[in-house]
């Protein structure tokens, strides 16, 4: 029995268990323990004082108000008019928010919790991501780290969490499908056949469901992710030696997916749920104040509908000019952040004093991201590398179709909508600068070191320093921390685009 078996696996060419192969982190300790040091850290970075300022702060006049009548009404409550509220975006991020009041109250602490939660988790996901493509302790926690290293906030954080979970489950799908495809070439059986059902794919489904359920801007995601799975799914039969690789599992990638898809909409629909099940919502009973019939089900659906109609009315006529707004093509450059707060109290050791909680990213970080993007490019098609295309597509979807709705409307948009492309973005830096610290050999270590790998690792770490250094600078406009006027005009950097 064992011969026959030993004779069966020695089948399979080792070139083809080489393509086919995956990353194995069951008994990866020290991959664990850097990850759950960076999570820790960013968690107290991030839950330090997060009861400051003690009031509300841009968009938090709408969203924690939202939340709190959620929790009591189901539904967003206007109080002015003592009427069911009109919101243009769907309902699980104030649901979330929802939580944090649950626990600790409509407070600071209660509202702001549950996105410093979304942002560590976040951290979390993308080191395990790195870990897993770039098969490097080292890279995943650096990519920890310049995640940790910029902040965010607003419903976008949980956007890009959802964003960043589905782009998760899609990695896990395709090292899943590769790893059954090996496993049946290795017990003599035809890959073709091997197929089961793959939780992970349906699991990205949900979670996109989930991303649609916090803002509809999710969707530019959707053909890059179904793009990226289908190509992924493909190369791994092309690897497997099948024939026609992409006609050979057509039928099952396409029956899948639509599962996975359906479940991004019953998902989506469960966000709705308190709309659904109360009569208190927004047009929540539109057809029937209007004279049209209203059946069971599909009546609530038709009205549903007629809502996501006027809501997607309300974004494609938003033009109205803000002192904040920004164009895409600002955003990398970080060209106009947006202010939170800002106050001139006293108390600093100066004459004039100075707090703001300006929406910056860490500059060195930013700027160091088209340049990134264009090498990660060039290395990509040199190397015909799947990495680079699994963090380029989701990247472009992040930002590239803004630039359509800036041109062709001139939308009203703000720099925090790049915030769902920020992890591909960090990826794609963490990718050059393994190139970087990593010779065409490979790594090595004792005397087989090269001066390539030596000299790469000093400019990597000299880069990463400069990002903490550049961070730990620019903190306290981070958080509304009280320094001299003089302390605060010097970090105004770019100007007046800054303030």
């Not at 300022?53 to 709408?62: G, I, N, R």
């Not at 490019?377 to 472009?396: C, N, S, V």
């Not at 920020?422 to 070191?449: N, S």
């Amino acid at each position: 029995m064992t011969t026959a078996v030993t004779e069966r696996k020695s089948v399979v060419p080792e070139l083809v268990r080489r393509r086919l192969s995956t990353l194995d982190t069951r008994l990866d300790p020290y991959s664990w323990l850097v990850t759950a040091v960076i999570v820790a850290a960013a968690a107290i970075l991030r839950l330090s004082g997060i009861s400051n300022p003690q009031k509300l702060v841009f968009d938090e006049v709408y969203y924690p108000n939202d939340a709190w009548d959620m929790l009591h009404r189901g539904v967003e409550w206007d109080e002015k008019t003592n009427g069911p509220g009109y919101v243009v975006h769907p309902p699980l991020g104030k649901w979330m928010i929802a939580i944090g009041e649950k626990i600790f109250g409509n407070t600071e602490l209660g509202w702001r919790f549950p996105t410093a939660i979304a942002g560590t988790l976040m951290i979390l996901i993308l080191i395990r991501v790195a870990y897993r493509m770039f098969h490097s302790i080292i890279l995943a926690g650096m990519a920890g780290l310049l995640m940790m290293l910029s902040r965010t906030s607003l419903l976008d954080i949980f956007l890009g969490l959802f964003i960043l979970l589905t782009f998760a489950c899609a990695v896990l799908d395709r090292d899943h499908y590769r790893r059954r495809l090996l496993r049946a070439l290795t017990d003599g059986a035809d890959p073709r056949r091997a197929a089961r059902v793959p939780w992970w794919l349906l699991a990205t489904g949900i979670s996109f469901g989930l991303a649609c359920g916090v803002k509809w801007s999710a969707l530019f995601f959707l053909p890059a992710f179904a793009a990226l799975i289908v190509l992924w799914r493909v190369q791994a039969r092309r690897s497997a030696g099948l024939a026609r690789p992409l006609r050979s599992g057509l039928v099952g990638d396409l029956g899948w997916g639509l599962t996975s898809f359906a479940l991004s909409a019953v998902f989506y629909l469960a966000t709705w749920t308190g709309w659904l099940l109360t009569d208190t919502g927004y047009d929540r009973h539109f057809r029937a104040d209007n004279g049209l019939s209203e059946p069971p089900v599909l009546g609530a659906l038709l009205n549903l509908w007629h809502y996501h109609d006027s809501a997607y009315g309300f974004h494609s006529g938003l033009t109205t000019p803000h002192r904040y707004q920004s164009w895409p093509w600002q955003w990398l450059l970080l060209g106009r952040p947006v202010a939170f707060d800002w106050a001139t109290p006293t108390g600093c050791g100066a004459p004039s004093c100075a707090s703001e909680i300006l929406l910056l990213g860490t500059p060195l970080l930013w700027w160091s991201f088209l340049p990134a993007l264009a090498a990660l490019l060039w290395l990509g098609i040199a190397r015909r590398d799947w990495r680079a295309t699994a963090i380029l597509a989701p990247a472009a979807a992040g930002l590239l179709p803004w630039f359509y709705f800036a041109v062709a409307d001139g939308r009203t948009m703000f720099s925090f909508y790049a915030l769902p492309a920020l992890p591909f973005l960090i990826l794609a830096v963490v990718y050059v600068l393994g190139a970087i610290m990593t010779p065409p050999t490979g790594m090595a270590t004792g005397p087989a070191r090269t001066d390539h790998q030596l000299i790469g690792t000093v400019v990597v770490a000299v880069y990463v320093t400069l990002i903490a250094v550049c961070f730990a600078y620019f903190y306290p406009i981070f958080v509304g921390h009280l320094l001299p006027y003089e302390d605060w005009h010097a970090r105004m950097w770019l100007g007046d685009r800054w303030i």
